[in-house]
């Protein structure tokens, strides 16, 4: 069986993927977002953390997430926001694919991915790395053509805030970071 390591530090910042299972596109539609929305508030309200970035695409997400400085542990947080979803929305998204057994014997449902993936962030370079993947994540999957146009983005208080120009993106792909798992 497989030893899955993931790092922990207290404070840090990940960059997490998570995929619905068998990519079914679920996430964008207004249930999806609601569910997604909702779970991620109430497990903040218990275990906070701070998403620096985000996008949703129809089946899956991306976000960078920095923990509070006395808590390693996101997956705890990733786990709770895929039950939430599951348990209070699962009947409403009504997605029709078998559970197999594996997945019945661990009490999985047909939404989610079993893993994520994840990268803990090693310095500020990282961190614009990851944010620029991010954000120019729904053009690389053909979803727009620039960033900007894709609304389920961070991006937009990017640009907000200044952090970047209102034009961002538009003449090119931006730098991919190593060790990127989305496809």
């Known amino acids: 069986m497989p030893n899955y390591r993931r ?4 404070g840090g910042t990940y960059f997490i993927t998570q995929v619905t299972y068998q990519r079914v596109p679920w996430l ?7 569910a997604l ?8 309200e218990k275990y906070p953390f701070s998403i620096e970035a985000f996008v949703l695409l129809p089946d899956h997400f991306h976000g960078l997430w920095t923990l509070p400085p006395d808590d ?12 939430y979803v599951t348990k209070h929305y699962a009947q409403e998204l009504g997605i029709n694919r078998a559970v197999y057994r ?5 009490r999985e449902s047909n939404l989610w991915q ?13 961190f614009a790395h990851h944010c620029d993947y991010i954000h120019d994540n729904p053009v ?17 208080r990017f640009i907000a805030q200044g952090i970047y120009p209102r034009d961002w993106g538009k ?9 990127i798992w989305d496809e």
């Not at 390693?72 to 039950?83: A, E, M, Y």
């Not at 079993?114 to 990282?126: A, F, G, S, T």
């Not at 690389?140 to 937009?156: F, T």
């Not at 090119?172 to 970071?177: Q, T, V």
Request: charged residues 40%; positive net charge; contains cysteine.
């Open 7 to 10: 790092p922990h530090v207290s």
């Open 28 to 34: 964008c539609s207004d249930i999806g977002k609601k």
């Open 37 to 44: 929305r909702e779970a991620i508030a109430k497990v903040r």
């Open 72 to 83: 390693p542990d996101f997956s705890v947080r990733l786990r709770l926001i895929k039950t």
């Open 102 to 106: 594996s997945r019945q014997k661990r």
């Open 114 to 126: 079993r893993r994520c993936w994840e990268h803990l962030i090693r310095n500020e370079r990282d």
């Open 140 to 156: 690389r999957h053909r979803l727009c053509k620039h960033p900007q146009d894709w609304q389920y983005s961070s991006i937009h």
């Open 171 to 179: 003449d090119g792909r931006k730098e991919k970071p190593q060790g």
